[in-house]
Each structure stands twice: as structure tokens, then as C-alpha cells.
């Protein structure tokens, strides 16, 4: 590849790859955007006069070297150029989560003291004005999407396209600034700062430099042989750091097209319309994916449905060996060939993998069958592991060496090291800078050798070289004998049952290990309705006695797959209960990650814990919960807990504590 | 409400309400015996979004088929745009710019949502048959700026994601807001909705009134609606007529409104002692 072969003197900042991007690939696409039903694009030339002009009009209005400025929309090719815009002239990009509460951005912008905000519609433009009294340092807003804003006081409020106008008719006055501040940035100056959505506490602000950003854009783009001919979909959060380094980072370093989906609900379409190369989704993603297949194939023709199971099967023994490029018998690849003929390239088309040539999870556990499901299909899916404290990359899967259990091997110019008590520690070009106004929770994490803490619990295996990773660190807990209680790779294995959205498993310093579940409302919604079982609500399906019998049979399940595991036995699901309500990010029992905040969800059922170890067949409960706009109410139930069957087995001390 | 003019009023919220759009003077409308409407006058201003109100069988869905020209009425004038309407036929009516949505969603269930709103935009199609089924030159070209147009009102519906959807398939929430999208595509002057909320639960009445007020704002079209749900009717309305056995009884700001004795009555019922 021709980019990566560059030294990267003179590119040592996004604004400079774009330059050169602008220069190498000036009529390739950059960006493309679906509206009015039509992909809209943008070279790599037009994206550098769209940002000039925006960075243009941003001096303009003030924006000085050093300020931050916030960004929140979903993905639209506008918001990243806010971002370069603002990293042209110095200042600093800081990305939010659009889906947050009004509170929950005053807190962050208040932290980063952001003078200005470039938002994508009136939803956004109202929150921030609803809390702006808060933010003392606030000055102006900018905004994309004009509908509904034509009667607000523009006092303080300005159209996108005002701007770069305003910029590109004062481009004589402004370019040599413009040229003197871009001239200025270096390989240690800031890129970007992301806030860690942070399972317990206030979110932090990650602050990561150009070194961090380009090193491992080009790192990552050289383990996967990712070239400017890539195509990706662009969906994800702006302010997840994954985001950043896909749609920024690597699109940057290699010159690929980033695609963005024309609303939220059109990504399944526009995913099938370009067919990306190179993707990237939670499990979740994949898993709801495999779900709606699964829905459509319950209601397919016997004939139809017959073929899928066949070839399925069939895809299943090899498919992962031919993707290996493992030794595979002549006719098993001729069946395969047919199966790919016939059911797997015309699914793949369906569900837009068609030209997928390196695709990622990361975030949570996959399922195995998930896993292999794409595997099998010919989908090059891999794992990797994470954090925005490393600007993503710790470890990684190299082609060849897939399995659903491991996170893979360091990625390159990471090291890797375990403590004495088993947290993974990392130390790589990529390490973070710092967290923004935070200096004590930078010592706690990153020591001044330049390790991270990850906050994991893993082990690298002897024979592979591979990470395994068992939990958090700090949910690593000890029963009451002295065995291992390690919730989330129980909760790993209830939830990759379709039935079971979430599930969290309590037991430390117990005796026994209990659990609550939320069931997945699709899934179990479509199986009442083949089953003809009428229910109204999450709670009444919920409840329904069919439901807690299936439930059961899954954690029964469980528990035998846990038992076989000696150093694990101990955290079989003794008892538990399926929840009244789905487990909310505007309840605060999750992060808008979705991850369970397990201190929270502890503290606020606890009188459900105390009935599942006080032995009570059924307890009543009533939960306050927001509304999406934020207004509070509250639902009650009686809840059924049950007993599940258990593999009996002798404790075990653990060998590290 | 300030001062009423001729000319106009500004309402409460600052938007400034121009002249008579549409005047409806002594209406009355019969069905053999049955007097459905009686000697009903009020007035629609360019720009305000104006609600019919009042119990069931009050006559306020026989009152917006006489607005749109469904109905003639036995007695009374319907003026337009400073013009008293002759008899027409409701596809003429539509094409002087009064576009409308249905209390029992009115759509063609077998084609897609994109086909249904182009469908609103026939008032704006002057090529023939013939050119249409050959699809060149001025045919073309009308269509791909229909087209054009109609994606707009897809964007501002927020709809992308069922664009190719047949409309069978969408949940009665999404219907009624493709019907909406469908009178929004032939670009109405006066846009009447009759009951856009009815059977939708708290989330899709939100929604449905954020599209009402953006229809408003975005496109200055002046709207006309007929809703039981009273906490709605009062948010979104400039100014209110109630209705009750085919009688005016009261016109107002919803405030007038809601303080006026013969509606209290009408709506709660009078003890007879």
C-alpha cells in the first residue's frame, strides 16, 4: 500500500492528512450522505474547501487556539467536518452522545468549558439551550438542520451553511490565520478529547493526541491491509471512540470513503445499498441481525426453510475452515459453493455483507453461534478488544486465528502484561494523553511507565499467545467459600440465548449466585405471537408463565456449561426472576453503551435481591422510570422467582487469590 | 389574542395571522330531515392553525366535507381567497389548494408509501397519459421534480425508513402520517385534518403535533383540524370553534373557549332540575 510505506513527516495531524488526501485522491469520494433518497457525495477536494470554509467562518466567530468545541448529531459527513474544521484552527473537537438527557450533556460541556457547539437539529438545539444558564463558558451555537428554528433568537445561534458562507467571504482576511494555526499542529498537540460513558461515576474526558490517533490508524490499517479503496458505513456514535478512529482516523490515514446513513432507522437499507468493506458493529448489531433472519426463516415455506437448515449445516462444518483457508474435501467446497450460490451470497446481499472483506465486534462477549454464524456464511468477522484510553486497539484477531473465546493477540506496538491479581495492563503508542481536569484518576490509571490499567480480568493463553478475557476487574468477586464469582461471563452465556436481552448475576461474598433477566421483546414477542399468546406489554409477557419456563430451561442450560469449568463452578444461577422493565439508559441502570450499571441496578432492586436469597416464591415491587422526555413515573408488578436446577460440585480455591 | 383586523392578528405566541382565507357565511347543511348543520358562520385566517370542536355528532365532519366541497350545503356561501366558490367537484377543489386526511385513513394499501404521497402530487402533473406511459421529455422531467419535491416532504415527515414500504404493512400511526405527507405534497394553500390523532397513543400524538406546529412554521400553510382530544386541540390552535347538534356556540381562543358556559355545558352536560 502506497500510504503506509510513507513516513509520516509532515502528516502528523488529521488537517495534514486531509491536505494530502485532498492532493493523492482530490476526485475520489470522501463522503457520501443519502438524503432526499439519492447518496449524495463528496470528494476528497470538495471535503477540504467544505472545511476551509467552515474553519474559516469559525474564526470568524471567535474561535480561538485551545477551545473546545462540542459536536452532537448522529453521523452526517457535516458533524466530521465540524470536527476537522475545529481541529484546522486549533481547537479542540469533543464529540457527544446525541441520545443523552439535557443534564447529562450540561455536565460534560460544562467540564470541558465548550464555547461553542455545532449540533445537528432543534431536538439538540433545544437541550443545549435548556441548560445553557449552567455553562458559563458558553458563547455560540451552530446548527445543521434549520426546520423548526426560524423563530429562535439567533442572538446566539447560527446556521451551518451561514458560517462557511461568512468564512468563504472573508477567506482573504482569514486564510494566513487559518494557514499559521494548521501550520502549528504537531504530533503532541490534541485530537481529539471523548468522554468514557464510565460504568460507575461522572463520565471522564479522554484526551488523545495526533500520535495517538494517526499511530494507530496506521498501524491497524496496516494489520488488515485496509487501502483508500474501502468502503465504510458510518453509524456508531460520533463520540465512541471506535467512531473516531474508523471514520476519522483510518479514513484519514488510508483515504477511504466514509458513508452515512440518511436517518437512524434507514441503516439496515443504506447498509444493503453500499456494501461495505470493511465494518464494524457491537454483537448487538449482529445479533439482532441473526434474530430477524431467524424470524424471517420460522415463517418461510417448508421448502425454503428445508435448503436454510441444509446448507446452513452444511456452512456450519466448513465454512469456517475455507474462510481459514484450512484443508476442506473436494466436495464438501463444491456443496459449499452451491450453498453460497444459492442461500449464503443471496443473504449476505440481504444483510449487506456482500463485499464485507474485514469485519470487527468488539464491546461486549459475541455468542458463539452468533459468531459463527457470519463465520460460516464466508464473513470475515473478528474480535477485537478495546478502550478509548488505548484510542481503541489492545488486542486484535489476525486473519486465520478467529475463535468466539479470545480477544486475539496485542495489536502491533502494543505490549501486554497481567498483574499478580489478573488485570490486563497495556502499554502502546496509542495510550492516552491524560484525563481532561482529572490528574488523580490518570495516576490511578496509567502509571508513569506509560502502563493502562485496563480494568479487566484476563489471561493470556500459554499455547496460543491469545488474550482471554473473564470479566472487570473490580466485578471479580470471591462466595463466600472462596471460589471465583465472576458475574459477566455468566451473564455472557445467559445472553447469548436470542430470549434473553440482559442479565445481571449477583454473588459476591454470597453463598450462592442469583440472577435478574430481561427477555428480549422481539424474540420472545414473535414466539408468543406463532404460539398465539396475547400480551399488551414488556411486563406482561414478562410474567407469563411460558416465558419463565423457557427462561428457566436457558439457565438451567447455563449452569451445566458453567459447572464444566472448575474454576467457575461456584457462580451457577441458584434462583432468579425476569424484571418488569427493560434495564434503561434514562434510568441510569445502564450506560448509553448498554452496559449495565450493576451498582445502581443492585441499590435500586434490592428488595428484589433480598427475596431471591430470602427463599420468597413471589415479591411485589414498584420502579420509578423516566420517560424519553424526561418526565417520571412509575410501574408496579408481582414478580415470580424460580428455582433453577444446579450441577452439584465441591468448591475450589482459586489459585491467584 | 391582540387586536382582530381585517388584516390580520397576532397570536399568543408572536405569529403574525394574515386576512380571510376561507369564510363560511349561514351555512346550513340537510340530510332529508335530519339538519346536520345550522346556520353556521366563521371565518379561516391565512396562517393560523384553526380547530373544529364539540361532542360526537355535533356536525364537525359534515362541516369539513363542506369545507372541502364533499358537501353542498341547501343554504349559505363558502368564500376562498376573496372569491365566494361556485359548485364544484372535490378534484377541483383540491386544485385550488385544499388538501385534507381522513378520519379512517384513506390510503392505497397496496403500493408503497412513495407512491402513495406521489400520488398527491397529481394537481401538479399537467403531461397526459399518453406521455406518461412513454416517459420522455416534458413527462420526465415533471416527474423527477415531483419527485424532488415529494423527497422534501419524506425528509420533514421523517419517513426515509418506509419510503418503499408498502403502506399494508405500516402500523396505524405511520399510516396517518403518510396521509399527512400525501396532502402535503400537493402543496396546499389550506390543509384540513380530520382527527390526525385519533387512536394513537401519548408518543404518537406528540409526534403528530411537533408535524402539525412544523407544517405550520415550516411552510406557512394554514390548517384546519378536527380533534377530540381536547389537551391537543388547545395546544396546537390559534383560534377554536365549538360545535354542538350542528350549532355554533362558541369561536375564541382556546382560553375563550374553555371559559365559555355553553361549552362547559355542551361538554359536561347541564343538570335539568
Given amino acids: 500500500m502506497a500510504q503506509s510505506s510513507q513516513a509520516t513527516d509532515g502528516l502528523s495531524s488529521i488537517p495534514a492528512l486531509l491536505k494530502r488526501n485532498a492532493a493523492e485522491f482530490g476526485h475520489k469520494a470522501a463522503y457520501r450522505e443519502k438524503e432526499f433518497g439519492i447518496w449524495q457525495s463528496w470528494t476528497w477536494k470538495q471535503a477540504a474547501e467544505e472545511i476551509d470554509n467552515l474553519a474559516l467562518g469559525l474564526i470568524n466567530l471567535g474561535v480561538e487556539e485551545g477551545d473546545f468545541v462540542a459536536i452532537i448529531g448522529r453521523n452526517r459527513p457535516y458533524l466530521y467536518w465540524s470536527m476537522v474544521a475545529a481541529q484546522s484552527?486549533?481547537?479542540?473537537?469533543?464529540?457527544?452522545?446525541?441520545?443523552?438527557?439535557?443534564?447529562?450533556?450540561?455536565?460534560?460541556?460544562?467540564?470541558?468549558?465548550?464555547?461553542?457547539?455545532?449540533?445537528?437539529?432543534?431536538?439538540?438545539?433545544?437541550?443545549?439551550?435548556?441548560?445553557?444558564?449552567?455553562?458559563?463558558?458558553?458563547?455560540?451555537?451552530?446548527?445543521?438542520?434549520?426546520?423548526?428554528?426560524?423563530?429562535?433568537?439567533?442572538?446566539?445561534?447560527?446556521?451551518?451553511?451561514?458560517?462557511?458562507?461568512?468564512?468563504?467571504?472573508?477567506?482573504?482576511?482569514?486564510?494566513?490565520?487559518?494557514?499559521?494555526?494548521?501550520?502549528?499542529?504537531?504530533?503532541?498537540?490534541?485530537?481529539?478529547?471523548?468522554?468514557?460513558?464510565?460504568?460507575?461515576?461522572?463520565?471522564?474526558?479522554?484526551?488523545?493526541?495526533?500520535?495517538?490517533?494517526?499511530?494507530?490508524?496506521?498501524?491497524?490499517?496496516?494489520?488488515?491491509?485496509?487501502?483508500?479503496?474501502?468502503?465504510?458505513?458510518?453509524?456508531?456514535?460520533?463520540?465512541?471512540?471506535?467512531?473516531?478512529?474508523?471514520?476519522?482516523?483510518?479514513?484519514?490515514?488510508?483515504?477511504?470513503?466514509?458513508?452515512?446513513?440518511?436517518?437512524?432507522?434507514?441503516?439496515?437499507?443504506?447498509?444493503?445499498?453500499?456494501?461495505?468493506?470493511?465494518?464494524?458493529?457491537?454483537?448487538?448489531?449482529?445479533?439482532?441481525?441473526?434474530?430477524?433472519?431467524?424470524?424471517?426463516?420460522?415463517?418461510?415455506?417448508r421448502l425454503k426453510k428445508w435448503l436454510f437448515d441444509t446448507f446452513m449445516a452444511h456452512a456450519r462444518k466448513v465454512g469456517p475452515a475455507i474462510l481459514?483457508?484450512?484443508?476442506?474435501?473436494?466436495?464438501?467446497?463444491?456443496?459449499?459453493?452451491?450453498?453460497?450460490?444459492?442461500?449464503?451470497?443471496?443473504?449476505?446481499?440481504?444483510?449487506?455483507?456482500?463485499?464485507?472483506?474485514?469485519?470487527?465486534?468488539?464491546?461486549?462477549?459475541?455468542?458463539?453461534?452468533?459468531?459463527?454464524?457470519?463465520?460460516?456464511?464466508?464473513?470475515?468477522?473478528?474480535?477485537?478488544?478495546?478502550?478509548?484510553?488505548?484510542?481503541?486497539?489492545?488486542?486484535?484477531?489476525?486473519?486465520?486465528?478467529?475463535?468466539?473465546?479470545?480477544?486475539?493477540?496485542?495489536?502491533?506496538?502494543?505490549e501486554l502484561k497481567i498483574s499478580d491479581d489478573g488485570e490486563v495492563f497495556y502499554r502502546s503508542p496509542g495510550v492516552f494523553e491524560n484525563y481532561y481536569k482529572n490528574p488523580e484518576s490518570t495516576a490511578d490509571t496509567k502509571d508513569p511507565d506509560g502502563w493502562v490499567a485496563t480494568g479487566d480480568a484476563g489471561f493470556i493463553e500459554e499455547d496460543t499467545g491469545h488474550l482471554r478475557i473473564i470479566d472487570r476487574a473490580k466485578d471479580v468477586g470471591k462466595m463466600s467459600d472462596g471460589s471465583l464469582f465472576a458475574?459477566?461471563?455468566?451473564?455472557?452465556?445467559?445472553?447469548?440465548?436470542?430470549?434473553?436481552?440482559?442479565?445481571?448475576?449477583?454473588?459476591?461474598?454470597?453463598?450462592?449466585?442469583?440472577?435478574?433477566?430481561?427477555?428480549?421483546?422481539?424474540a420472545v414477542g414473535n414466539w408468543a405471537e406463532r404460539n398465539n399468546i396475547a400480551y399488551s406489554s414488556y411486563q406482561e409477557l414478562a410474567g407469563h408463565p411460558k416465558v419463565l419456563q423457557t427462561v428457566q430451561e436457558h439457565v438451567e442450560e447455563v449452569n451445566k456449561s458453567v459447572a464444566e469449568d472448575p474454576m467457575l463452578s461456584g457462580c451457577q444461577v441458584h434462583r432468579f426472576l425476569i424484571l418488569h422493565k427493560e434495564l434503561d439508559a434514562d434510568d441510569g441502570e445502564m450506560t448509553r453503551t448498554r452496559k449495565v450499571r450493576r451498582r445502581i441496578v443492585e441499590d435500586k432492586y434490592s428488595d428484589l435481591i433480598t427475596a431471591l436469597y430470602d427463599g420468597s416464591k413471589e415479591i411485589f415491587t414498584k420502579t420509578e422510570v423516566t420517560y424519553e422526555d424526561g418526565r417520571k413515573g412509575s410501574i408496579s408488578a408481582t414478580l415470580e422467582i424460580r428455582d433453577a436446577a444446579v450441577v452439584p460440585v465441591t468448591p475450589q480455591k482459586v489459585a491467584a487469590e | 389574542m391582540n387586536q382582530m383586523t381585517e388584516e390580520g392578528y397576532v397570536t399568543e405566541d408572536g405569529r403574525t395571522i394574515g386576512g380571510k382565507l376561507m369564510e363560511m357565511k349561514h351555512i346550513s347543511l340537510r340530510f332529508g330531515g335530519v339538519k346536520a348543520i345550522t346556520d353556521i358562520s366563521f371565518d379561516i385566517r391565512e396562517g393560523e392553525i384553526r380547530a373544529i370542536i364539540g361532542p360526537n355528532g355535533a356536525g364537525k365532519s359534515s362541516m369539513l366535507n363542506v369545507v372541502s366541497g364533499f358537501y353542498v350545503p341547501q343554504e349559505g356561501e363558502v368564500w376562498f381567497r376573496g372569491e365566494k366558490r361556485p359548485q364544484m367537484r372535490p378534484y377541483e377543489v383540491a386544485r385550488q389548494g385544499i388538501a385534507r386526511t381522513f378520519q379512517n385513513i384513506a390510503l392505497f394499501e397496496g403500493m408503497s408509501v412513495l407512491d402513495n404521497v406521489m400520488t398527491g402530487r397529481l394537481t401538479h402533473m399537467q403531461t397526459g397519459i399518453a406521455a406518461q406511459a412513454l416517459w420522455k421529455g416534458k413527462a420526465e422531467r415533471e416527474e423527477v421534480e415531483n419527485r424532488e419535491f415529494v423527497e422534501k416532504i419524506i425528509d420533514f415527515l421523517e419517513i426515509q425508513a418506509i419510503r418503499k414500504t408498502p403502506v399494508a404493512n405500516l402500523p396505524y400511526g405511520m399510516k396517518k402520517r403518510v396521509e399527512l405527507a400525501r396532502a402535503l405534497a400537493a402543496e396546499p394553500k389550506l390543509?384540513?385534518?380530520?382527527?390526525?390523532?385519533?387512536?394513537?397513543?401519548?408518543?404518537?400524538?406528540?409526534?403528530?403535533?411537533?408535524?402539525?406546529?412544523?407544517?405550520?412554521?415550516?411552510?406557512?400553510?394554514?390548517?384546519?383540524?378536527?380533534?377530540?382530544?381536547?389537551?391537543?386541540?388547545?395546544d396546537l390552535s390559534d383560534r377554536v370553534v365549538v360545535m354542538d347538534y350542528g350549532k355554533k356556540i362558541g369561536d375564541g381562543t382556546p382560553d375563550e373557549v374553555r371559559n365559555n358556559q355553553d361549552v362547559i355545558d355542551a361538554y359536561l352536560g347541564v343538570s335539568h332540575d
Fill in chain 1, 89 to 301: 484552527v486549533g481547537a479542540i473537537p469533543v464529540p457527544l452522545y446525541q441520545d443523552a438527557a439535557a443534564e447529562e450533556m450540561a455536565y460534560v460541556l460544562d467540564h470541558c468549558g465548550a464555547r461553542f457547539v455545532i449540533v445537528e437539529d432543534q431536538e439538540q438545539v433545544d437541550k443545549v439551550i435548556e441548560v445553557q444558564d449552567q455553562l458559563h463558558q458558553f458563547e455560540h451555537m451552530i446548527y445543521l438542520d434549520p426546520k423548526g428554528l426560524r423563530k429562535y433568537d439567533h442572538a446566539r445561534l447560527h446556521e451551518f451553511a451561514h458560517i462557511q458562507e461568512q468564512g468563504h467571504a472573508a477567506r482573504d482576511e482569514f486564510t494566513p490565520e487559518l494557514e499559521k494555526r494548521r501550520a502549528k499542529l504537531d504530533y503532541s498537540s490534541v485530537c481529539v478529547m471523548l468522554y468514557t460513558s464510565g460504568t460507575t461515576g461522572k463520565p471522564k474526558g479522554v484526551v488523545l493526541s495526533n500520535r495517538n490517533v494517526i499511530e494507530s490508524a496506521k498501524n491497524s490499517a496496516a494489520f488488515d491491509n485496509l487501502g483508500p479503496n474501502e468502503e465504510v458505513l458510518a453509524y456508531l456514535p460520533m463520540a465512541w471512540v471506535g467512531d473516531f478512529i474508523f471514520s476519522i482516523g483510518q479514513s484519514y490515514w488510508c483515504g477511504f470513503c466514509v458513508n452515512c446513513p440518511e436517518n437512524a432507522d434507514t441503516m439496515m437499507i443504506d447498509l444493503r445499498e453500499i456494501g461495505p468493506t470493511y465494518y464494524f458493529a457491537p454483537p448487538r448489531v449482529f445479533e439482532t441481525q441473526l434474530t430477524n433472519v431467524m424470524i424471517r426463516m420460522e415463517d418461510a415455506g
Fill in chain 1, 324 to 414: 481459514d483457508g484450512k484443508p476442506v474435501g473436494a466436495w464438501d467446497r463444491i456443496k459449499y459453493a452451491l450453498g453460497d450460490l444459492f442461500i449464503y451470497g443471496p443473504l449476505k446481499n440481504t444483510l449487506g455483507f456482500s463485499r464485507v472483506r474485514v469485519g470487527y465486534t468488539a464491546g461486549e462477549a459475541i455468542g458463539p453461534e452468533i459468531f459463527d454464524f457470519y463465520r460460516s456464511l464466508g464473513i470475515n468477522l473478528k474480535q477485537l478488544y478495546g478502550q478509548t484510553e488505548a484510542t481503541v486497539f489492545i488486542t486484535v484477531q489476525p486473519d486465520g486465528e478467529v475463535r468466539s473465546d479470545t480477544v486475539g493477540v496485542p495489536a502491533p506496538g502494543v
Fill in chain 1, 487 to 522: 458475574p459477566k461471563y455468566v451473564e455472557n452465556k445467559l445472553k447469548f440465548y436470542p430470549n434473553i436481552l440482559e442479565a445481571v448475576v449477583f454473588g459476591n461474598e454470597r453463598e450462592k449466585c442469583m440472577a435478574f433477566i430481561n427477555i428480549d421483546l422481539s
Fill in chain 2, 191 to 234: 390543509l384540513l385534518l380530520d382527527e390526525p390523532m385519533a387512536g394513537m397513543n401519548v408518543e404518537e400524538k406528540e409526534d403528530m403535533s411537533r408535524f402539525v406546529l412544523d407544517v405550520n412554521d415550516e411552510f406557512g400553510t394554514t390548517i384546519a383540524l378536527i380533534e377530540h382530544d381536547m389537551g391537543v386541540v388547545m
